[in-house]
């Protein structure tokens, strides 16, 4: 039987971090307005605390920067790399 890779991969480690930050309370009326528009979208109601991580991961996925600066040896080695 040949091994045959599927699309998604090995799922991430299910680690998590509590991380608790400020905010302008605008910014709060943002995140807020985003969720009840997801839900809209998508049928399911989500807390907006619970999109910001994947907002968060979206973000840092498509800042080119961050990903070409993480590349080079000597800038990963002083601010440690992240699988």
Do not use: W
């Not at 090995?10 to 969720?35: G, H, I, M, Q, W």
């Not at 800042?63 to 990963?76: H, N, Q, S």
């Amino acid at each position: 039987m040949s091994k045959s890779k599927l699309r998604l991969g090995p799922l991430p480690s299910n680690t998590s971090v509590k991380l608790t930050f400020t905010c302008p309370a605008s910014l709060k009326t943002e995140l807020d307005r985003y969720a009840a528009l997801h839900a809209q979208l998508y049928g399911e109601t989500v807390d907006s605390a619970v999109l910001i991580p994947h907002m968060l991961q979206a973000f840092m996925a498509r800042d080119r920067g961050f990903r070409a600066l993480r590349a080079k040896p000597a800038i990963a080695a002083r601010v440690g790399t992240v699988p």
